[in-house]
Protein backbone atom coordinates (compact mmCIF):
# COMPACT_ATOMS: atom_id res chain seq x y z
CA UNK A 1 0.00 0.00 0.00
CA UNK A 2 3.08 2.49 0.91
CA UNK A 3 4.90 2.14 -2.24
CA UNK A 4 8.51 3.38 -1.17
CA UNK A 5 9.68 1.77 2.03
CA UNK A 6 12.04 4.48 2.19
CA UNK A 7 9.83 7.02 2.28
CA UNK A 8 8.59 5.50 5.98
CA UNK A 9 11.58 4.75 7.60
CA UNK A 10 12.49 6.85 11.49
CA UNK A 11 10.06 7.44 13.86
CA UNK A 12 6.48 8.31 13.47
CA UNK A 13 5.01 9.82 16.29
CA UNK A 14 0.84 10.02 15.59
CA UNK A 15 -1.09 12.10 17.97
CA UNK A 16 -4.98 11.61 17.67
CA UNK A 17 -8.22 11.81 20.14
CA UNK A 18 -8.93 8.43 19.10
CA UNK A 19 -6.70 5.25 19.40
CA UNK A 20 -6.73 2.43 16.91
CA UNK A 21 -8.50 0.19 19.95
CA UNK A 22 -10.58 0.86 22.84
CA UNK A 23 -11.03 -1.16 25.41
CA UNK A 24 -14.15 -2.39 27.53
CA UNK A 25 -15.21 -5.27 29.66
CA UNK A 26 -16.98 -7.82 28.91
CA UNK A 27 -20.14 -9.81 30.56
CA UNK A 28 -17.55 -11.94 32.18
CA UNK A 29 -15.36 -9.73 33.58
CA UNK A 30 -12.51 -10.01 31.11
CA UNK A 31 -10.92 -7.29 28.77
CA UNK A 32 -12.44 -6.48 25.06
CA UNK A 33 -10.31 -5.01 22.70
CA UNK A 34 -12.03 -3.36 19.96
CA UNK A 35 -11.20 -1.24 16.99
CA UNK A 36 -12.00 2.65 17.77
CA UNK A 37 -14.59 3.93 15.28
CA UNK A 38 -14.90 7.04 12.78
CA UNK A 39 -12.79 7.46 9.37
CA UNK A 40 -9.49 8.84 11.03
CA UNK A 41 -9.11 5.91 12.90
CA UNK A 42 -9.89 3.69 9.58
CA UNK A 43 -7.48 5.35 7.68
CA UNK A 44 -4.29 5.56 10.35
CA UNK A 45 -5.02 1.86 11.22
CA UNK A 46 -4.36 1.01 8.17
CA UNK A 47 -1.48 2.40 7.76
CA UNK A 48 0.75 2.35 10.77
CA UNK A 49 1.55 -1.20 11.13
CA UNK A 50 3.60 -0.29 7.67
CA UNK A 51 5.72 2.51 9.28
CA UNK A 52 8.92 0.88 10.66
CA UNK A 53 8.32 2.49 14.32
CA UNK A 54 5.92 4.20 15.13
CA UNK A 55 4.06 5.54 18.07
CA UNK A 56 0.10 6.15 18.28
CA UNK A 57 -0.68 8.43 21.27
CA UNK A 58 -4.00 8.82 22.22
CA UNK A 59 -6.81 10.14 24.95
CA UNK A 60 -8.87 7.41 26.85
CA UNK A 61 -12.62 6.90 26.04
CA UNK A 62 -13.67 4.30 28.39
CA UNK A 63 -12.54 3.68 31.94
CA UNK A 64 -10.85 0.59 30.62
CA UNK A 65 -8.79 2.65 28.11
CA UNK A 66 -7.99 4.39 31.96
CA UNK A 67 -6.86 1.52 33.38
CA UNK A 68 -4.72 0.47 30.29
CA UNK A 69 -2.83 4.08 30.57
CA UNK A 70 -2.22 3.65 34.00
CA UNK A 71 -0.66 -0.27 33.43
CA UNK A 72 1.28 0.54 30.36
CA UNK A 73 2.66 4.18 30.47
CA UNK A 74 5.21 3.33 28.19
CA UNK A 75 2.81 2.23 25.45
CA UNK A 76 1.95 -1.03 24.59
CA UNK A 77 1.64 -3.69 21.19
CA UNK A 78 -1.97 -4.14 20.40
CA UNK A 79 -3.20 -7.59 19.69
CA UNK A 80 -2.86 -8.05 15.92
CA UNK A 81 -3.70 -10.93 13.59
CA UNK A 82 -3.11 -8.67 10.88
CA UNK A 83 -6.51 -8.45 9.32
CA UNK A 84 -8.59 -5.20 8.84
CA UNK A 85 -9.88 -5.12 12.13
CA UNK A 86 -6.62 -6.12 14.32
CA UNK A 87 -3.37 -5.37 12.60
CA UNK A 88 -0.64 -4.86 15.32
CA UNK A 89 -0.06 -1.15 16.38
CA UNK A 90 2.14 0.91 19.10
CA UNK A 91 0.09 2.95 20.89
CA UNK A 92 -0.07 5.38 24.30
CA UNK A 93 -2.89 5.80 25.90
CA UNK A 94 -2.54 9.21 27.85
CA UNK A 95 -4.08 8.86 31.28
CA UNK A 96 -6.31 11.83 31.67
CA UNK A 97 -8.64 12.14 33.68
CA UNK A 98 -12.55 11.73 33.03
CA UNK A 99 -13.47 15.33 34.19
CA UNK A 100 -10.49 17.15 31.81
CA UNK A 101 -11.54 14.65 29.14
CA UNK A 102 -15.17 15.80 29.16
CA UNK A 103 -14.49 19.10 29.24
CA UNK A 104 -12.08 18.60 26.01
CA UNK A 105 -13.89 16.59 24.54
CA UNK A 106 -17.97 17.00 25.19
CA UNK A 107 -17.83 21.01 26.12
CA UNK A 108 -15.02 22.50 23.46
CA UNK A 109 -14.20 20.16 21.06
CA UNK A 110 -17.48 18.48 19.74
CA UNK A 111 -20.45 21.23 20.61
CA UNK A 112 -17.94 23.92 20.26
CA UNK A 113 -15.37 23.93 17.30
CA UNK A 114 -16.88 20.98 15.38
CA UNK A 115 -20.05 23.42 15.48
CA UNK A 116 -17.88 26.48 13.89
CA UNK A 117 -16.15 23.97 11.49
CA UNK A 118 -19.44 22.54 9.82
CA UNK A 119 -21.18 25.39 10.19
CA UNK A 120 -23.97 23.99 12.27
CA UNK A 121 -25.00 27.00 14.69
CA UNK A 122 -28.28 28.73 15.10
CA UNK A 123 -26.84 31.79 16.13
CA UNK A 124 -30.11 32.84 18.05
CA UNK A 125 -29.57 30.16 20.54
CA UNK A 126 -25.77 28.96 20.64
CA UNK A 127 -23.31 28.92 21.29
CA UNK A 128 -22.70 30.60 25.16
CA UNK A 129 -19.28 31.13 26.23
CA UNK A 130 -19.86 31.10 29.86
CA UNK A 131 -17.37 31.00 32.60
CA UNK A 132 -18.38 26.93 32.04
CA UNK A 133 -16.73 27.22 28.68
CA UNK A 134 -14.18 29.38 29.61
CA UNK A 135 -13.18 26.65 32.75
CA UNK A 136 -13.68 23.70 30.19
CA UNK A 137 -11.29 25.04 27.43
CA UNK A 138 -8.85 26.35 30.31
CA UNK A 139 -8.74 22.71 32.38
CA UNK A 140 -10.00 20.31 29.60
CA UNK A 141 -8.74 21.77 25.98
CA UNK A 142 -5.92 23.31 27.06
CA UNK A 143 -4.24 21.29 29.55
CA UNK A 144 -5.25 17.67 27.13
CA UNK A 145 -3.35 19.56 24.60
CA UNK A 146 -0.65 20.16 27.08
CA UNK A 147 -0.69 16.27 28.16
CA UNK A 148 -0.25 15.30 24.45
CA UNK A 149 2.26 17.86 23.62
CA UNK A 150 3.73 16.45 26.52
CA UNK A 151 4.05 13.00 25.50
CA UNK A 152 5.09 13.67 22.07
CA UNK A 153 8.16 15.59 23.24
CA UNK A 154 8.58 12.53 25.61
CA UNK A 155 8.77 10.31 22.39
CA UNK A 156 10.84 12.33 20.92
CA UNK A 157 13.75 12.73 23.15
CA UNK A 158 13.00 8.40 23.72
CA UNK A 159 14.77 8.23 20.12
CA UNK A 160 17.99 9.09 19.02
CA UNK A 161 17.37 9.62 15.54
CA UNK A 162 15.39 12.37 14.06
CA UNK A 163 11.25 12.06 14.47
CA UNK A 164 8.62 13.31 12.35
CA UNK A 165 5.01 14.68 14.11
CA UNK A 166 1.85 13.97 12.60
CA UNK A 167 -1.05 15.59 14.62
CA UNK A 168 -4.75 15.02 13.83
CA UNK A 169 -8.06 16.99 14.03
CA UNK A 170 -10.15 19.58 15.92
CA UNK A 171 -9.23 18.17 19.50
CA UNK A 172 -5.58 19.37 19.20
CA UNK A 173 -5.09 22.53 17.49
CA UNK A 174 -2.76 23.80 20.24
CA UNK A 175 -0.48 21.21 20.33
CA UNK A 176 1.62 22.34 17.43
CA UNK A 177 2.57 25.68 19.23
CA UNK A 178 3.57 23.48 21.79
CA UNK A 179 6.11 21.35 21.43
CA UNK A 180 7.44 24.19 19.12
CA UNK A 181 8.19 25.64 22.25
CA UNK A 182 9.82 22.87 23.97
CA UNK A 183 11.27 21.75 20.52
CA UNK A 184 12.18 24.56 18.11
CA UNK A 185 13.62 22.79 15.54
CA UNK A 186 11.13 19.67 15.39
CA UNK A 187 8.69 19.15 11.84
CA UNK A 188 5.54 19.12 13.05
CA UNK A 189 2.36 18.57 10.65
CA UNK A 190 -1.25 18.99 11.43
CA UNK A 191 -3.81 17.07 9.23
CA UNK A 192 -7.02 18.48 9.52
CA UNK A 193 -9.81 16.12 8.81
CA UNK A 194 -12.93 18.39 8.59
CA UNK A 195 -13.74 21.42 6.59
CA UNK A 196 -11.58 25.01 7.15
CA UNK A 197 -14.92 27.37 6.82
CA UNK A 198 -13.89 31.21 6.08
CA UNK A 199 -12.68 33.35 8.18
CA UNK A 200 -16.22 35.05 9.54
CA UNK A 201 -17.13 31.54 10.82
CA UNK A 202 -14.96 31.59 13.27
CA UNK A 203 -15.57 35.19 14.22
CA UNK A 204 -18.93 33.35 16.20
CA UNK A 205 -16.22 32.28 19.61
CA UNK A 206 -14.68 35.15 21.20
CA UNK A 207 -10.90 36.85 20.13
CA UNK A 208 -8.99 35.23 23.01
CA UNK A 209 -10.14 31.69 22.27
CA UNK A 210 -9.96 31.68 18.20
CA UNK A 211 -6.69 33.68 18.30
CA UNK A 212 -5.15 30.66 20.62
CA UNK A 213 -6.20 27.99 18.54
CA UNK A 214 -5.09 29.71 15.26
CA UNK A 215 -1.96 30.49 16.90
CA UNK A 216 -1.19 26.63 18.02
CA UNK A 217 -1.65 25.82 14.39
CA UNK A 218 0.70 28.09 12.77
CA UNK A 219 3.27 26.19 15.37
CA UNK A 220 3.45 23.84 12.88
CA UNK A 221 5.85 23.51 9.88
CA UNK A 222 2.76 22.03 7.51
CA UNK A 223 -0.83 22.10 7.87
CA UNK A 224 -3.21 19.95 5.68
CA UNK A 225 -6.62 19.61 4.99
CA UNK A 226 -8.38 17.48 2.52
CA UNK A 227 -9.12 20.18 -0.17
CA UNK A 228 -7.98 22.89 -1.69
CA UNK A 229 -11.09 25.29 -0.61
CA UNK A 230 -10.69 24.47 3.00
CA UNK A 231 -6.71 24.83 2.79
CA UNK A 232 -7.25 28.61 1.26
CA UNK A 233 -9.97 29.11 3.62
CA UNK A 234 -7.66 28.63 5.93
CA UNK A 235 -4.96 30.65 4.58
CA UNK A 236 -7.67 33.54 4.44
CA UNK A 237 -8.02 32.76 8.36
CA UNK A 238 -4.52 33.37 9.03
CA UNK A 239 -4.33 37.16 6.91
CA UNK A 240 -7.43 38.45 8.43
CA UNK A 241 -7.48 36.88 12.02
CA UNK A 242 -4.07 36.98 12.90
CA UNK A 243 -2.74 39.44 10.18
CA UNK A 244 0.00 37.31 9.11
CA UNK A 245 1.84 37.90 5.82
CA UNK A 246 0.37 34.67 3.04
CA UNK A 247 1.56 33.75 -0.29
CA UNK A 248 -1.31 32.40 -1.91
CA UNK A 249 0.65 31.52 -5.28
CA UNK A 250 2.80 28.68 -2.75
CA UNK A 251 0.44 28.74 -0.32
CA UNK A 252 2.04 29.68 2.68
CA UNK A 253 2.00 31.84 5.74
CA UNK A 254 5.08 33.77 7.45
CA UNK A 255 5.16 32.93 11.13
CA UNK A 256 8.08 34.93 13.15
CA UNK A 257 10.54 34.07 10.38
CA UNK A 258 9.40 30.61 9.84
CA UNK A 259 7.33 29.32 7.12
CA UNK A 260 3.89 26.89 7.59
CA UNK A 261 3.46 25.44 4.60
CA UNK A 262 -0.74 24.98 3.63
CA UNK A 263 -1.27 21.88 1.12
CA UNK A 264 -4.02 19.17 0.90
CA UNK A 265 -4.28 15.98 0.38
CA UNK A 266 -7.82 14.10 0.20
CA UNK A 267 -7.60 11.16 2.38
CA UNK A 268 -8.43 7.88 1.27
CA UNK A 269 -9.12 4.00 2.26
CA UNK A 270 -6.82 0.88 1.83
CA UNK A 271 -8.71 -0.92 -0.84
CA UNK A 272 -6.45 -4.18 -0.51
CA UNK A 273 -7.31 -4.60 3.11
CA UNK A 274 -10.86 -3.52 2.95
CA UNK A 275 -11.63 -5.81 0.00
CA UNK A 276 -10.25 -8.78 1.68
CA UNK A 277 -12.58 -7.80 4.91
CA UNK A 278 -15.54 -8.12 2.09
CA UNK A 279 -14.67 -11.68 1.61
CA UNK A 280 -14.61 -13.10 5.13
CA UNK A 281 -17.01 -15.31 6.53
CA UNK A 282 -19.13 -12.62 8.91
CA UNK A 283 -19.68 -10.01 5.95
CA UNK A 284 -20.78 -12.75 3.74
CA UNK A 285 -23.26 -14.03 7.01
CA UNK A 286 -24.28 -10.09 7.11
CA UNK A 287 -24.67 -10.26 3.23
CA UNK A 288 -26.82 -13.38 2.98
CA UNK A 289 -29.21 -11.81 5.85
CA UNK A 290 -29.59 -8.57 3.94
CA UNK A 291 -30.67 -10.25 0.58
CA UNK A 292 -32.95 -12.41 2.56
CA UNK A 293 -34.89 -9.30 3.53
CA UNK A 294 -34.37 -7.18 0.93
CA UNK A 295 -37.08 -5.89 -1.85
CA UNK A 296 -36.27 -4.89 -5.23
CA UNK A 297 -34.35 -1.89 -4.57
CA UNK A 298 -31.79 -0.71 -1.69
CA UNK A 299 -31.01 2.28 -0.70
CA UNK A 300 -28.26 2.40 1.46
CA UNK A 301 -26.34 5.01 4.10
CA UNK A 302 -23.97 4.42 6.85
CA UNK A 303 -23.17 7.11 9.27
CA UNK A 304 -22.11 8.54 12.66
CA UNK A 305 -25.37 10.59 14.11
CA UNK A 306 -23.91 13.49 13.99
CA UNK A 307 -25.72 17.06 13.02
CA UNK A 308 -23.59 17.43 10.10
CA UNK A 309 -24.70 14.11 7.89
CA UNK A 310 -27.76 15.74 7.28
CA UNK A 311 -29.58 11.91 8.20
CA UNK A 312 -33.32 13.82 8.33
CA UNK A 313 -33.32 15.46 5.38
CA UNK A 314 -32.12 12.49 3.64
CA UNK A 315 -35.47 10.74 5.23
CA UNK A 316 -37.63 13.82 4.09
CA UNK A 317 -36.25 13.56 0.78
CA UNK A 318 -36.74 9.59 0.54
CA UNK A 319 -40.22 10.67 2.05
CA UNK A 320 -41.22 12.66 -0.66
CA UNK A 321 -39.97 10.23 -2.95
CA UNK A 322 -42.66 7.86 -1.78
CA UNK A 323 -44.91 10.09 -1.77
CA UNK A 324 -44.36 11.64 -5.87
CA UNK A 325 -43.84 7.48 -6.79
CA UNK A 326 -46.84 5.61 -5.09
CA UNK A 327 -45.95 2.37 -7.38
CA UNK A 328 -42.69 2.34 -5.41
CA UNK A 329 -44.75 1.18 -1.78
CA UNK A 330 -43.56 -2.08 -1.13
CA UNK A 331 -40.70 -2.37 -3.55
CA UNK A 332 -37.90 -0.41 -1.82
CA UNK A 333 -36.23 -0.01 1.36
CA UNK A 334 -33.76 2.37 2.82
CA UNK A 335 -31.76 0.66 5.03
CA UNK A 336 -29.76 3.41 7.28
CA UNK A 337 -27.01 1.84 9.52
CA UNK A 338 -26.00 4.87 12.17
CA UNK A 339 -23.70 4.31 14.90
CA UNK A 340 -24.77 6.63 17.99
CA UNK A 341 -22.25 9.56 18.46
CA UNK A 342 -21.12 12.11 21.04
CA UNK A 343 -24.80 10.64 23.06
CA UNK A 344 -23.25 13.08 25.72
CA UNK A 345 -23.66 16.39 23.67
CA UNK A 346 -27.29 17.35 24.64
CA UNK A 347 -27.62 18.56 20.63
CA UNK A 348 -26.61 14.98 19.28
CA UNK A 349 -28.91 13.28 21.66
CA UNK A 350 -31.30 15.32 20.79
CA UNK A 351 -30.64 14.84 17.31
CA UNK A 352 -30.63 11.03 17.59
CA UNK A 353 -34.22 11.07 18.96
CA UNK A 354 -35.57 13.22 16.12
CA UNK A 355 -34.11 10.57 13.73
CA UNK A 356 -36.27 7.86 15.39
CA UNK A 357 -39.18 10.09 15.65
CA UNK A 358 -38.79 10.78 11.79
CA UNK A 359 -38.26 7.05 10.83
CA UNK A 360 -40.95 6.26 12.93
CA UNK A 361 -43.72 8.78 11.13
CA UNK A 362 -42.33 7.72 7.11
CA UNK A 363 -42.87 4.48 8.20
CA UNK A 364 -46.49 4.61 9.57
CA UNK A 365 -47.15 6.90 6.99
CA UNK A 366 -45.88 5.14 3.72
CA UNK A 367 -45.91 1.40 4.83
CA UNK A 368 -48.19 -1.53 6.02
CA UNK A 369 -47.57 -4.03 7.99
CA UNK A 370 -45.27 -6.11 5.57
CA UNK A 371 -43.45 -3.08 4.76
CA UNK A 372 -41.36 -0.76 6.51
CA UNK A 373 -40.24 1.61 3.72
CA UNK A 374 -37.39 2.55 6.34
CA UNK A 375 -34.77 -0.41 8.08
CA UNK A 376 -33.31 1.76 10.94
CA UNK A 377 -30.35 -0.09 12.54
CA UNK A 378 -28.49 2.13 14.97
CA UNK A 379 -25.23 -0.04 16.16
CA UNK A 380 -21.76 0.35 15.27
CA UNK A 381 -20.91 -3.06 13.13
CA UNK A 382 -18.49 -3.09 10.34
CA UNK A 383 -19.21 -6.19 8.87
CA UNK A 384 -23.04 -5.33 8.41
CA UNK A 385 -21.68 -1.89 6.79
CA UNK A 386 -19.55 -3.57 4.44
CA UNK A 387 -22.09 -6.07 3.62
CA UNK A 388 -24.74 -3.48 2.90
CA UNK A 389 -22.22 -1.60 0.49
CA UNK A 390 -21.97 -4.97 -1.15
CA UNK A 391 -25.73 -4.64 -2.16
CA UNK A 392 -26.63 -1.67 -2.26
CA UNK A 393 -28.42 0.11 -5.55
CA UNK A 394 -28.13 3.64 -4.33
CA UNK A 395 -25.70 4.75 -1.61
CA UNK A 396 -27.04 8.37 -0.17
CA UNK A 397 -24.56 10.13 0.94
CA UNK A 398 -25.50 14.13 1.76
CA UNK A 399 -23.82 15.92 4.46
CA UNK A 400 -24.63 19.51 5.28
CA UNK A 401 -20.24 20.15 5.46
CA UNK A 402 -17.98 17.07 5.81
CA UNK A 403 -13.97 16.90 5.48
CA UNK A 404 -13.87 14.38 2.95
CA UNK A 405 -16.50 11.64 3.83
CA UNK A 406 -14.70 8.46 3.59
CA UNK A 407 -18.28 6.48 3.46
CA UNK A 408 -18.41 7.44 -0.24
CA UNK A 409 -15.30 5.73 -1.03
CA UNK A 410 -15.96 2.66 0.67
CA UNK A 411 -19.10 2.01 -0.20
CA UNK A 412 -18.54 2.62 -4.20
CA UNK A 413 -14.98 0.46 -3.81
CA UNK A 414 -17.04 -2.88 -2.55
CA UNK A 415 -20.14 -2.14 -4.27
CA UNK A 416 -21.11 -5.20 -6.47
CA UNK A 417 -24.13 -4.22 -8.70
CA UNK A 418 -23.31 -1.02 -10.26
CA UNK A 419 -24.74 0.84 -7.62
CA UNK A 420 -25.31 4.74 -7.71
CA UNK A 421 -24.14 7.44 -5.45
CA UNK A 422 -26.35 10.46 -4.37
CA UNK A 423 -23.64 12.84 -2.86
CA UNK A 424 -23.29 16.17 -1.34
CA UNK A 425 -21.76 18.93 -3.31
CA UNK A 426 -20.61 20.03 0.32
CA UNK A 427 -18.76 16.83 1.08
CA UNK A 428 -14.85 17.12 0.59
CA UNK A 429 -14.98 13.82 -1.51
CA UNK A 430 -17.12 15.61 -4.31
CA UNK A 431 -14.16 17.18 -5.48
CA UNK A 432 -13.03 13.79 -6.59
CA UNK A 433 -15.60 11.61 -7.55
CA UNK A 434 -18.95 14.22 -8.07
CA UNK A 435 -18.71 13.81 -11.61
CA UNK A 436 -19.71 10.13 -11.31
CA UNK A 437 -22.61 10.92 -8.71
CA UNK A 438 -26.03 12.68 -9.00
CA UNK A 439 -24.94 15.95 -7.35
CA UNK A 440 -27.12 17.35 -4.73
CA UNK A 441 -27.54 20.08 -2.35
CA UNK A 442 -27.70 19.39 1.43
CA UNK A 443 -30.37 21.79 2.12
CA UNK A 444 -32.83 21.14 -1.32
CA UNK A 445 -34.93 18.06 0.09
CA UNK A 446 -36.98 18.14 -3.21
CA UNK A 447 -33.88 17.88 -5.42
CA UNK A 448 -32.70 14.84 -3.31
CA UNK A 449 -36.21 12.76 -3.87
CA UNK A 450 -35.87 13.49 -7.74
CA UNK A 451 -32.58 12.09 -7.29
CA UNK A 452 -33.15 8.75 -5.26
CA UNK A 453 -35.56 8.43 -8.01
CA UNK A 454 -33.15 8.85 -10.57
CA UNK A 455 -30.26 7.16 -9.24
CA UNK A 456 -32.30 3.73 -8.95
CA UNK A 457 -33.68 3.87 -12.48
CA UNK A 458 -30.93 4.66 -13.70
CA UNK A 459 -30.14 2.37 -17.45
CA UNK A 460 -27.82 -0.10 -16.50
CA UNK A 461 -24.99 0.79 -19.14
CA UNK A 462 -25.15 4.20 -17.00
CA UNK A 463 -24.72 3.11 -13.86
CA UNK A 464 -21.93 0.95 -14.98
CA UNK A 465 -20.26 3.50 -16.79
CA UNK A 466 -20.31 5.84 -13.41
CA UNK A 467 -19.52 3.21 -11.47
CA UNK A 468 -16.30 2.16 -12.95
CA UNK A 469 -15.12 5.60 -13.59
CA UNK A 470 -15.64 6.22 -9.65
CA UNK A 471 -13.85 2.91 -8.89
CA UNK A 472 -10.62 4.08 -11.21
CA UNK A 473 -10.45 6.99 -9.33
CA UNK A 474 -10.77 5.57 -5.70
CA UNK A 475 -8.19 3.19 -6.24
CA UNK A 476 -5.71 5.80 -8.23
CA UNK A 477 -6.34 8.08 -4.65
CA UNK A 478 -5.56 5.24 -2.56
CA UNK A 479 -4.27 5.63 1.10
CA UNK A 480 -0.65 4.94 -0.16
CA UNK A 481 -0.89 8.19 -2.51
CA UNK A 482 -2.37 10.36 0.56
CA UNK A 483 0.48 9.10 3.25
CA UNK A 484 3.30 9.11 0.47
CA UNK A 485 2.38 12.54 -1.04
CA UNK A 486 2.58 13.86 2.80
CA UNK A 487 6.00 12.60 3.53
CA UNK A 488 7.54 13.76 0.57
CA UNK A 489 5.92 17.39 1.60
CA UNK A 490 7.73 16.74 5.28
CA UNK A 491 10.65 15.79 4.05
CA UNK A 492 11.30 18.63 1.70
CA UNK A 493 10.87 21.07 4.43
CA UNK A 494 13.48 18.98 6.77
CA UNK A 495 15.83 19.30 3.92
O1 LIG B 1 -12.29 13.70 11.36
C1 LIG B 1 -13.50 13.64 11.93
C2 LIG B 1 -13.49 12.66 13.06
O2 LIG B 1 -12.60 13.03 14.07
C3 LIG B 1 -13.19 11.28 12.54
O3 LIG B 1 -12.44 10.52 13.39
C4 LIG B 1 -14.53 10.65 12.51
O4 LIG B 1 -15.13 10.93 11.29
C5 LIG B 1 -15.28 11.34 13.58
O5 LIG B 1 -14.78 12.63 13.63
C6 LIG B 1 -15.23 10.63 14.88
O6 LIG B 1 -15.77 11.39 15.87
P1 LIG B 1 -15.76 10.88 17.37
O7 LIG B 1 -14.37 10.44 17.64
O8 LIG B 1 -16.18 12.06 18.16
O9 LIG B 1 -16.74 9.77 17.39
Request: with cysteine.
Amino acid sequence: MVRSADSVGGRWIIAANRGPVEFTIGPDGERIQQRGSGGLVTALSALSPHLSDSMWICAPRTEEDRAVALEAPEGFLTEGGGSYDTAKQRVKVLALDRDSFNQYYSVISNPIIWFVQHNLWDLSNAPNITVAERAAFEHGYRAVNAAFADAIVEAMDDHAGPSTVMIHDYHLYLVGGMVRRARPDATLSHFIHIPWPQPDAWRVLPGWMRQELMLGLVGNDLVAFQTERHARNFLLTCEELLQLPVDYTNNSVWVNGRTVVVRWYPISIDAVQLESFARSEAVSQYEQALENVKREHLIVRVDRTDLSKNILRGFLAYGRMLEKHPDLAGRVTFLAILQPSRQDVAEYTEYTERIFRLVADINLKYGNVEWQPIDLRMEENLAQAVAAFRLFDVLMVNPVNDGLNLVAKEGMLLNERGGVLVLSEHAGVHDEIGAYALSVHPLDIEQQADALHEALFMPVGERRRRHDACVRVIRHNGLGEWFTTQVRDIRALEA
